[in-house]
């Protein structure tokens, strides 16, 4: 059949005629024997955008065209099977189109010989692959456009299945959390810290849910120098043929420095809003202080020009001396007060808290015997507490002395104390059986300035203020537990950690 | 004209306690004031005026920075007391915190807020106002 019909076309020149003129981009013969002579079709010129009346007729025009370096290739080739009747003449060759851009020509073609085997004629047949060879350019440049990206040295890219196992990491992902194992296949969710895997698991859900939207997270990662770093995800499902969610993308970057920030900024504004607060309360206390002195000096002056007698004028004359004796007491307090507020930063340095308590209660001891309390100290001898000095020494005192001071004087006193360590504080606690404080109506004003809860002359109202002040300065905080009737307890966090 | 027999100063200063007393007696014309060191004194002695029967203050000068009952916690337990006749309460304090200005506002037996020092004019002003107020 099929030589039959080669046969028929063999014999048809119409046939011949369609396939040296229209079955190909491009055809040319060339013959090998005597002079370099060549025939070429107009299709192909036609392919280089050549048209009817403008095709060139030189013998050397195809060659002309032709990349250099292709003619070359195309020369060695011939030769080749000019040589060897097997090797098949098939190959890619760039010519010049008229607009100066490259046509891709696939030439095959095949060395005619005569009965003796000595080449004849070349035949060459040509197909214009250009559009594949331009698809194939894109696809390449894609590639290495994202290439470029995933290689990205600031950007984490990831996917993982929808099991959470990754299936793709770039390397910087890699890199930054010091991977040196092939992690693909492995659980995305244990490397992160187990606080926010409830995060991750809710945003991973959400992209179950809307996989075209993407879901925002930050998330926290220990990186290969062992420290902790927060990453913002975008995550977002990719979506498979039948419209399932079948992989999640993940693209992360390195928010640690700006969270650390932010943490800094906030305690900073808390810092500050809290001394905000401590100031304005500091300013009307000095005011009010001032104040009331200040208004009795004035009415005493006026009173002791209009005294009616010496016995008033005598009496106003001593009102007036207290007056000022309290209005210099009242300085000496709101300069220790400063004192506190405006020195922050003092150096801390470890001291062994029994010694501490010791030499507080030899400086009380006078009072302590006098009065017959009782004290237990249950501390270890070697507990270390990391303090200001000055301070804890002021600290001491002050509870230890309101300890003695506020006994209730119908039971013998007793004073404990007992420190133990908790969570990176070590806590003492000051108990006592003395009088206590109704919680319910002081809490509030227990460490405030100038409030005092006892009927008591000697009572100045700044302890307590001092004692917390001191401890929040050294970053610690201060408790009280206390019944009317009972006692009251006192509990100094002592930061052991900053 | 209203009757001024008797004025509590309540006052933990001792000093200020004394020249309020002897300002109020000479300016305000009270036949008797009494002085107490803090609210919790001032109303243990109102309980036991009530009990048998005593003469209650015409006019009470509160203090507000005070130990064991300031005078907030008074004011709370002084509205709380069946009184045979209202009483003239005028605070009187060295605080000029705007906060207890405006909550002074909110009791409505506070006929007046009073800052220290007790002058001429903050005089004029208190007889004015007791004068003048309802209680």
């Known amino acids: 059949m099929e030589n039959e019909l080669s046969a028929g076309v063999t014999a048809d020149l119409d046939v011949l005629e369609f396939i040296q003129n229209q079955a190909f981009d491009g055809l040319y013969y060339h013959s090998l024997l005597g002079p370099a002579y060549e025939w070429v079709n107009a299709s192909f010129w036609q392919s280089l955008g050549y048209g009817p009346h403008a095709m060139p007729t030189a013998a050397a025009a195809r060659c002309a065209a032709m990349h250099p ?64 060879k331009q698809d194939q350019k894109y696809i390449q440049e894609l590639a290495d456009h994202y290439s470029l990206i995933l290689g990205s040295q600031s950007v984490y890219i990831v996917k ?48 179950f849910a809307q996989p075209e939207v993407s879901h925002q997270v930050i998330l926290r990662k220990i990186s290969s120098d062992n420290s902790i770093k927060a990453n913002h995800w975008e995550l977002k499902g990719i979506v498979g043929p039948q419209g399932e969610v079948v992989e999640i993308l993940c693209v992360g970057y390195d928010v640690t420095l700006l969270v650390e920030n932010l943490h800094k900024l906030q305690h900073l504004l808390d810092v500050t809003s809290q001394q905000n607060v401590r100031l304005q309360n500091f300013a009307y206390i000095i ?62 340095a470890p001291r062994v808290l029994r010694a501490e308590i010791d030499k507080t209660l030899e400086t009380l001891s006078v009072v302590i015997r006098q009065h017959a309390i009782k004290v237990e100290v249950q501390i270890p001898a070697d507990l270390v507490v990391t303090v200001v000095p000055a301070y804890l020494d002021s600290i001491l005192l002050n509870l230890l002395s309101n300890a003695v001071k506020y006994r209730a004087p119908q039971r013998p006193a007793l004073i404990q104390l007992s420190a ?12 006592d059986n003395g009088l206590g404080l109704d919680l319910i109506k002081n809490q509030a004003k227990l460490f405030g300035m100038y409030k005092t809860f006892h009927d008591n002359e000697d009572a100045r109202g700044v302890g307590l203020f001092i004692t917390k002040n001191h401890i929040e300065a050294m970053q610690g905080s201060i408790s009280v537990e206390s019944e009317v009737g009972v006692g009251s307890a006192f509990k100094v966090w002592f930061n052991e950690k900053s | 004209m209203k009757k001024a027999n008797l004025a509590y100063v309540v006052e933990d200063d001792p000093i200020t306690s004394t020249i309020t007393k002897l300002l109020i007696k000479k300016n305000l014309h009270f036949k008797e004031v009494q002085t107490y060191a803090n609210g919790q004194r001032a109303f243990d002695h109102l309980l036991s005026v009530l009990e048998y029967g005593c003469d209650v203050p015409d006019l009470i000068l509160l203090d507000l920075n005070m130990p064991l009952m300031d005078g907030w916690e008074f004011l709370d337990a002084f509205a709380r007391l069946p009184l045979a006749k209202s009483v003239c309460v005028f605070i009187l304090t060295s605080s000029i915190r705007p906060e207890d200005i405006d909550k002074a506002t909110f009791y409505q037996q506070v006929s007046g807020y009073f800052s220290k020092p007790l002058d001429k004019r903050n005089v004029a002003l208190m007889q004015q106002l007791f004068q003048e107020a309802t209680c």
């Open chain 1, 69 to 132: 370096a292709d003619l070359a290739a195309a020369d060695l080739l011939l030769a080749e099977c000019v040589q060897n009747p097997q090797q098949p003449y098939d190959f890619v060759a760039r010519y010049t189109h008229l607009d100066g851009s490259l046509v891709w020509m696939r030439c095959r073609g095949v060395v005619r010989r005569d009965a003796e085997g000595t080449p004849l004629q070349l035949i060459v047949t040509m197909l214009n692959i250009t559009p594949e």
């Open chain 1, 160 to 207: 993982t299945d929808n099991e959470g196992n990754y299936t793709y990491a770039n390397d910087f992902f890699y890199e930054r959390f010091g991977y040196e194992q092939d992690i693909i296949g492995t659980s995305s969710m244990l490397s992160i810290i187990e606080e926010d895997r409830s995060k991750c698991l809710d945003m991973v859900m959400r992209c």
């Open chain 1, 287 to 348: 005011s009010h202080n001032i104040r009331s002195h200040s208004a009795n000096l004035t009415s005493l002056v006026e009173m002791l020009t209009e005294a009616e007698d010496d016995e008033q004028r005598t009496m106003f004359l001593q009102m007036l001396q207290t007056s000022t004796e309290k209005l210099a007491d009242t300085i000496v307090n709101l300069s220790d007060i400063v004192a506190v507020n405006s020195n922050v930063n003092k150096p801390k």
């Open chain 1, 420 to 431: 133990h360590r908790e969570s990176g504080f070590v806590v003492l606690t000051v108990q």
